[in-house]
C-alpha cells in the first residue's frame, strides 16, 4: 500500500473523527477484555494507527504506554500532536513504518492491533512474523476489519448512517474496498508462525484473529 498524499490523509483524519468515533471505546475495551489484559497495564501497538483514536482508549483503559505506527507522515503528526493537547503526559507515541518492518525490538509489546489495515498489507505473512517478533511472550494480536465485534447494533447502525451521509456530502460513490484474506487461510498462517492460540472472530460481514503467543 502506498502512503496517502496529504489531502487523503486529512480526509482519513476527518473521516476517523466525525464518523468513527463512537466505534473506539467498545473497540479497545472490548479487545483487553477478550485478550485478557482488561485488569493489566499493557505497552500497546497499533500498526497503520493512523488519527491515534483507538490507541488513545487504550491508554485511558489503564495501557500503560502505546505506540502507533504509521507509514504516513501527516497521520503520525496529526496524533502526536492531538494527544500532547488532550491528554498530555500520557506516553503515548507516533513512529513512522510499515507492518513489513516494524521500527521496534524483539519482544518489546504485550498487545498488537490493527483495525483495517490487514487487507492492505503488501505481505501479510512478513507481517505477522513482525507481529510474532515485537510481542512478549503471552502477548496477543487482536487484528481486523469492522467496526468492533461487541459494538452494539444501535450504534451499529449510527456509525453507517453517518458514513452514508459522509459519502453523499462529498459526492461520493460508496466507496469499492479491496477484499480481505480468507480468516481460515490467516489463521492457518497464523498458527504455522508458531502463536499459540489462534481465534477468528467474526464482526458482522468483517473479521478479527486473535492470536496468544
Keep these: 500500500m502506498e ?11 476527518s473521516l476517523s473523527q466525525e464518523v468513527f ?3 473506539y471505546p467498545p473497540l479497545a475495551y472490548g479487545i483487553m477484555r477478550r485478550t485478557k489484559f482488561e ?3 499493557p505497552i500497546v501497538a497499533d500498526l497503520g494507527g493512523g488519527a491515534g483514536l483507538l490507541l488513545s482508549e487504550f491508554v485511558s483503559l489503564g495501557a500503560s504506554c502505546g505506540i502507533l505506527i504509521d507509514q504516513n507522515i501527516n497521520m503520525a503528526f496529526f496524533a502526536k500532536k492531538k494527544w500532547e493537547k488532550e491528554i498530555p503526559g500520557a506516553s503515548l507515541y507516533a513512529l513512522l513504518g510499515n507492518s513489513e518492518a516494524l521500527p ?12 483495517n489495515s490487514m487487507h492492505l498489507w503488501a505481505n501479510i505473512q512478513m507481517a505477522w512474523k513482525n507481529v510474532w517478533r515485537i510481542l512478549k511472550p503471552a502477548g496477543a494480536a487482536f487484528i481486523g ?3 468492533g465485534p461487541d459494538l452494539d447494533e444501535k450504534t ?5 448512517k453517518r458514513r452514508k451521509i ?3 456530502n462529498r459526492c461520493e460513490e460508496k466507496e469499492v474496498e479491496q477484499p480481505s484474506p480468507a480468516p481460515e487461510t490467516i489463521a492457518q498462517m497464523v498458527e504455522e508462525i508458531g502463536f499459540q492460540t489462534v481465534e477468528i472472530v467474526p464482526d ?5 484473529i486473535m492470536a496468544i503467543k
Design 204 to 208: 458482522a460481514k468483517a473479521y478479527w
Design 3 to 13: 502512503p496517502f498524499t496529504s489531502d487523503q490523509a486529512s480526509e482519513y483524519i
Design 156 to 160: 451499529r447502525s449510527e456509525v453507517k
Design 104 to 115: 521496534l525490538a524483539n519482544e518489546s509489546v504485550d498487545l498488537v492491533v490493527s483495525r
Design 21 to 23: 468515533a463512537p466505534i
Design 39 to 41: 485488569t493489566r497495564h
Design 166 to 168: 459522509w459519502n453523499t
Design 145 to 147: 476489519r469492522g467496526y
